[in-house]
């Protein structure tokens, strides 16, 4: 996985972030400074799911609190039918997420990079892939680029870069910063390499 930035800052984003990881955020009138043996996971709507040390579960406002993950596997609508299903259904999870905010080393399910996204759409479908894209340019089966097929991994820009391809000569990916996650063309970036799962 790549840390991608772009020239625009994102001010709200960078101050959320710089919040968490100092160890202090303030929640509603509720102020929580760091501390050395707790940590809560607290929720910031938007941006992802962090511990923040120093505060226990019961000090953490409703609104910020993680909600439970549903027992089971998660399944996403598949879009694209039954033929090579598992890939479809990660390339339909991947539509879901269309929107959600570009996090360097987020995996979702509010916000993702790059590989994160390709990752938390394959689980979905059911399946476990390398979490970072040179991990997953090196798992799978190699595809032709003229041969690709809803679902397979596509990766760019040396092996930096990675997405899941959706037809039409189009992909679904977490670009950068300030970039939500969104559709692009196939050939919008250096193409380098795709696996199938």
Known sequence: MAKHRLEQPNT?????????????IALGTVAMGAGPALA??????????????????????????????PKGPQTSPNLFGNVGAT???????AL????SPYVY???GPTAFDCSGLVYWAYKQAGKTIPRDSYGQLGGGTPVAKKDL???DVVI???????????GNNKIVHSSTEGVPVQKASLDSMSFYGARRY
């Open 96 to 99: 879901t997420r269309i929107g």
């Open 105 to 107: 080393g987020a995996a």
């Open 156 to 166: 760019f820009l040396g092996g930096s870069h990675a997405g899941i391809y959706i």
């Open 40 to 69: 809560a996971p607290v929720t910031v709507p938007g941006i992802g799911t962090f511990e923040v040390p120093g505060i226990t579960e019961k000090q953490v406002p409703p609104q910020f609190k993680s909600k439970p993950k």
């Open 12 to 24: 709200g984003l960078k101050t959320a972030r710089n919040a968490v990881v100092t160890g202090s």
């Open 149 to 151: 097929r809803p679902g």
């Open 87 to 93: 890939g479809k259904r990660a390339a339909s999870a």
